[in-house]
C-alpha cells in the first residue's frame, strides 16, 4: 500500500551565518576645546569680528574669517574654523598698538640711518677723488672713513631694532588671536562648561564637540568568533528607538590584543548617519555575518531525520521513496544547507518521512 507523503523538489538559495552582539553607539569624533589662555569668556561682537579680519590680513589668523560671529550653545551645529568663544583682550589689544608704534619707530630710525649712512658714502667717494689728485689730506679721508663705518653700524642696530619691533608686534597679535577660540572641527556641541562671566582656564574646557555624520558601534567579539570575523565584513545595526529598522555598517577595526578577564576582543563598526539618527550613547544590537553562501541546496531543518549513522531523508524516485545520506552545513533559522548528497530539483519528501522506509511505495498529495 502507498504511503501518502507530501513532496517538493530540492531549491537552491542563500543561506549565512550571524553572530549576534550588544554595543554602545559612539560618535566618530569627540574633542574637548581648551583656551590657549585664561581669562574671562564675553559676548562676541562686531568689532570682535573686526578685530579678525584684522589679524587675519596681517597673517596672525590662518582660517578664513567668519561672516559672522555669535555665541553658540548645546545642541548647535558649527563649522571648522568658526569663531565660538571670545576671551576678554582689552589689554592685549593695548600690547598690539603700543607693538605697532614701537614698529613704527623703528622703522623712522632705521630710514634715517640709511639715508645718513647714503650720504655720508657720496662725500667718502668725492674725498678719495680728491685725495687722488692731491686736493686734499689723508687726516680728512680717514675722519670720513672712521664716520661712514660709524653710521653702517648705527644701520644695523636699527635694523636689529625693526627685527625685534616686528618679532614684538607678531607675538601681541599671536597673543590676541588666542582670545579668539574656533571649533577644531565641524560638528555639534555636545556640552558647554562655562558660561558668559566665567573664568576660562588653559586646564579646563570650555566646549566638547562631537562629529556624528557617522558614528562607531563599539562591541566585544568573543575568542571563538576572531576567526571568523575580519575588516570590512558587514553588520546590521538596530536601536531601540527605531523598532523594525535596521542601519548598515562596516567593520573597521579589530583589537589585536584580548581582554584577559573575559576573553574578548573589542570590535569597531562605521555606520553612516547623514541624518544623526544614531546618538552616541545608544544602546545597540549587532548582527555580523560571518559566512554566507549562494546558489546551494537548502532544505527545512525539519525534513532531516536521524539515527546512530547520521542525517538522512528521503527523495521520491518513479513513486519509491529512497533514503539519502546526507551532509549538514550552514544553518540559518529552520532552513539548512545540505553539503553532500542532495541535487537541486529532486523530489524531497517534505511530510510524511517517518512513515516510510528505503523501497517503500509512496503516493505524493497534491
Same mark, same amino acid.
Given at each position: 500500500? +502507498? ?13 549565512? &551565518? ?84 614701537? =614698529? ?67 607675538? +601681541? ?34 566646549? +566638547? ?31 531601540? !528607538?527605531?523598532?523594525? &529598522? ?11 590584543? =584580548?581582554?584577559?578577564?573575559?576573553? !574578548? ?22 548582527? =555580523? ?32 521513496? &529512497? ?15 545540505? =553539503? ?27
Amino acid at each position: 500500500t +502507498a504511503v501518502i507523503v507530501r513532496a517538493a523538489p530540492v531549491e537552491k538559495g542563500t543561506i549565512r &551565518r550571524d553572530i549576534s552582539l550588544t554595543g554602545d553607539v559612539e560618535a566618530m569624533i569627540s574633542v574637548q576645546v581648551f583656551p590657549k589662555c585664561p581669562g574671562r569668556l564675553i559676548s562676541p561682537t562686531e568689532r570682535d569680528l573686526q578685530t579678525i579680519r584684522d589679524l587675519h590680513a596681517e597673517g596672525a589668523i590662518s582660517s578664513q574669517p567668519p561672516d559672522r560671529i555669535e555665541d553658540v550653545e548645546e545642541s548647535d551645529s558649527v563649522k571648522k574654523g568658526q569663531i565660538i568663544a571670545v576671551i576678554d583682550h582689552e589689554n592685549l589689544e593695548a600690547q598690539v598698538n603700543q607693538a605697532k608704534a614701537a =614698529l613704527t619707530t623703528a622703522n623712522a630710525q632705521l630710514k634715517q640711518a640709511e639715508v645718513a649712512r647714503a650720504q655720508t658714502e657720496k662725500d667718502l667717494q668725492r674725498l678719495r677723488n680728491l685725495y687722488e689728485e692731491g686736493a686734499t689730506s689723508k687726516q680728512s679721508l680717514d675722519k670720513i672713513e672712521t664716520e661712514c663705518q660709524s653710521l653702517v653700524q648705527q644701520e644695523n642696530v636699527a635694523k636689529a631694532r625693526v627685527e625685534q619691533s616686528q618679532a614684538g608686534l607678531n607675538q +601681541a597679535q599671536i597673543q590676541l588671536s588666542e582670545c579668539f577660540i574656533s571649533a577644531p572641527i565641524s560638528g555639534i556641541i555636545s556640552e558647554k562648561y562655562l558660561e558668559r562671566g566665567d573664568m576660562a582656564m588653559v586646564t579646563r574646557p570650555i566646549f +566638547a564637540i562631537i562629529d556624528v555624520d557617522k558614528v562607531k558601534v563599539t562591541a566585544d567579539l568573543s575568542e571563538r568568533y576572531l576567526g571568523q570575523v575580519a575588516k570590512g565584513a558587514g553588520a546590521s545595526i538596530k536601536v531601540d !528607538t527605531f523598532a523594525g &529598522r535596521s542601519f548598515r555598517g562596516t567593520v573597521t577595526r579589530i583589537s589585536p590584543t =584580548l581582554n584577559v578577564i573575559n576573553r !574578548t576582543a573589542k570590535l569597531e563598526i562605521t555606520v553612516d548617519n547623514p541624518n544623526h539618527d544614531l546618538k552616541p550613547g545608544m544602546f545597540a544590537r549587532v548582527t =555580523l555575518n560571518v559566512v554566507k553562501r549562494e546558489g546551494v541546496p537548502i532544505v527545512l531543518e525539519a525534513v532531516v531525520l536521524r539515527d546512530q549513522s547520521g542525517e538522512y531523508v528521503f527523495v521520491v524516485e518513479e513513486d519509491i521513496a &529512497r533514503r539519502r545520506e546526507v551532509k549538514l552545513g550552514l544553518q540559518e533559522g529552520p532552513r539548512v544547507e545540505i =553539503l553532500d548528497g542532495l541535487q537541486p530539483g529532486e523530489v524531497l519528501i517534505v511530510s510524511g518521512q517517518q512513515k516510510v522506509a528505503e523501497g517503500q511505495r509512496v503516493q505524493i498529495l497534491k
